[in-house]
């Protein structure tokens, strides 16, 4: 199942209102913007909405109102809420052209039970805080509230300007999954790391190829334990550490600049993802944030090529021109915000401007910085 548009209203009917207008997504996405084009609150939305589809977070008390269209299985899957004021006011789930969910703001409402040989419509009352499609989870009466809940879990967001866990430390070397929260994604990079060379036999030479694919020549990587002298006796820590070809010494963490631990974190994250066979959505903001031109540009190339050919939805967001010019506009998202609505175009809702731009000759930013994703060429015999 992946994600194919959001719109989001915030604070309706009120002067600090906010609408995401029918933001449709690819397989790939690039989503760019000039600064306060809503970049960063299309992303919270979409991760506002993960807290409430997983019961990480009680309802907001504040005014929304979201419409979100999976595709699972090559069909629509529509989801419908709204909430004020800490209360859930409406819900409704359309699976596959078939109404299965719908709910009022007192918390009653009904659901299709599928535990039996016919489907049945049962009647529920729950919690008005709580999404339905939380509160009624049951993956042999109600599947299809198990793929949404799974879709909400596995989903990741990566700040790449941030310090993706560089700071983090763990205080031993051997964990069990049950014990990691794989979404916190600044958390230490060493239960990960731990779990994905533990479970995958090649793990550590798939990382070791993937950064010298983007430029940082590595011979080995893996778990040490260290010790500074300002910690007490017996409070030893845990880090990751790599060597780079021709130096023999161990580069810890906190050693590795913050440009090489971001590509590394998310190389190790997000290789374990593939390999777990997730088919959910990764989302990485700023990417390539403190990368020098080449690299950054590597990295991404070789984030699409993983994701292409797995099941992994990619959403990624930039400034950068460089990265901009590398990735083919086919997979660009652009945001335009015109006062508070927000508004997103891409070749599946503006194919003939996006088509027509090729033309051109212009490199890909021009794409952007002259704004003929929002007109083609009507700008001009005008």
């Given at each position: 199942?992946?994600?194919?548009?959001?719109?989001?209203?915030?604070?309706?009917?009120?002067?600090?209102?906010?609408?995401?207008d029918?933001?449709?997504?690819?397989?790939?996405?690039?989503i760019?913007g000039?600064n306060?084009?809503?970049?960063?609150?299309?992303?919270?939305?979409?991760?506002d909405?993960?807290?409430?589809?997983?019961?990480?977070t009680?309802?907001?008390?504040?005014?929304?109102?979201?419409?979100?269209?999976?595709?699972?299985?090559?069909?629509?899957?529509?989801?419908?809420?709204?909430?004020?004021?800490?209360?859930?006011?409406?819900?409704?789930?359309?699976?596959?052209?078939?109404?299965?969910?719908?709910?009022?703001?007192?918390?009653?409402?009904?659901?299709i039970?599928?535990?039996?040989?016919?489907k049945?419509?049962?009647?529920?009352?729950?919690?008005?805080?709580?999404?339905?499609?939380?509160?009624k989870?049951?993956?042999?009466?109600?599947p299809?509230l198990?793929?949404?809940?799974e879709?909400?879990?596995?989903?990741?967001?990566?700040?790449?300007?941030?310090?993706?866990?560089?700071?983090?430390?763990?205080?031993?070397?051997?964990?069990?999954?049950?014990?990691?929260?794989?979404?916190?994604t600044n958390?230490?990079?060493v239960?990960?790391?731990?779990?994905?060379?533990?479970?995958?036999?090649?793990?550590?030479?798939?990382?070791?190829?993937?950064?010298?694919?983007?430029?940082?020549?590595?011979?080995?990587?893996?778990?040490?334990?260290f010790?500074?002298?300002?910690?007490?006796?017996?409070?030893?820590?845990f880090?990751?550490?790599?060597?780079?070809?021709g130096?023999e010494?161990?580069?810890?963490?906190?050693?590795?600049?913050?440009?090489?631990?971001?590509?590394?974190?998310?190389?190790?994250?997000?290789?374990?993802?593939?390999?777990k066979e997730?088919?959910?959505?990764?989302?990485i903001?700023?990417?390539?944030?403190?990368l020098?031109?080449?690299?950054?540009?590597?990295?991404?190339?070789?984030?699409?090529?993983?994701?292409?050919?797995?099941?992994v939805q990619?959403?990624?967001?930039?400034?950068?021109?460089?990265?901009?010019n590398?990735?083919?506009i086919?997979?660009?998202?652009?945001?335009h915000?015109?006062?508070?609505?927000?508004?997103?175009?891409?070749?599946?809702?503006?194919?003939?401007?996006?088509?027509?731009?090729?033309?051109?000759?212009?490199?890909n930013f021009?794409?952007?910085?002259?704004?003929?994703?929002?007109?083609?060429?009507?700008?001009?015999?005008?």
């Amino acid at each position: 199942m992946y994600l194919r548009k959001l719109t989001f209203r915030e604070n309706e009917g009120k002067k600090i209102e906010w609408l995401i207008d029918h933001v449709d997504l690819g397989k790939i996405n690039l989503i760019v913007g000039q600064n306060s084009s809503g970049k960063t609150r299309t992303l919270n939305a979409l991760t506002d909405l993960v807290d409430l589809l997983t019961g990480s977070t009680f309802v907001p008390k504040t005014n929304g109102r979201y419409e979100v269209l999976f595709m699972k299985d090559e069909k629509d899957v529509l989801l419908e809420c709204e909430y004020d004021d800490g209360i859930i006011k409406k819900e409704c789930l359309t699976w596959k052209g078939e109404k299965v969910l719908e709910r009022g703001e007192d918390g009653t409402g009904w659901i299709i039970y599928m535990g039996a040989k016919d489907k049945i419509t049962l009647n529920f009352g729950i919690s008005v805080n709580q999404l339905a499609c939380f509160a009624k989870r049951d993956k042999f009466q109600h599947p299809f509230l198990e793929h949404i809940y799974e879709w909400g879990v596995d989903m990741r967001r990566f700040n790449f300007s941030g310090n993706m866990g560089k700071n983090s430390y763990a205080l031993k070397s051997i964990y069990g999954e049950d014990e990691i929260n794989f979404r916190d994604t600044n958390a230490s990079l060493v239960p990960v790391l731990y779990t994905a060379m533990d479970q995958h036999e090649n793990f550590r030479e798939t990382i070791i190829s993937d950064m010298n694919e983007i430029g940082y020549h590595l011979e080995d990587l893996g778990i040490v334990q260290f010790s500074e002298r300002s910690h007490q006796p017996g409070q030893d820590r845990f880090a990751v550490y790599t060597t780079e070809k021709g130096l023999e010494k161990k580069v810890l963490q906190h050693d590795m600049s913050q440009g090489m631990f971001r590509a590394f974190s998310v190389l190790v994250r997000f290789n374990r993802y593939v390999l777990k066979e997730k088919t959910a959505c990764i989302i990485i903001d700023d990417i390539g944030e403190g990368l020098d031109f080449s690299r950054a540009k590597s990295l991404v190339k070789l984030l699409i090529e993983k994701a292409e050919s797995s099941g992994v939805q990619l959403i990624m967001s930039t400034n950068d021109s460089f990265i901009m010019n590398e990735v083919d506009i086919e997979n660009w998202a652009v945001l335009h915000r015109d006062g508070n609505k927000i508004s997103l175009y891409n070749y599946e809702n503006s194919k003939e401007i996006f088509e027509d731009f090729k033309f051109t000759g212009l490199n890909n930013f021009d794409f952007y910085a002259s704004e003929f994703f929002k007109s083609g060429f009507s700008d001009k015999s005008e």
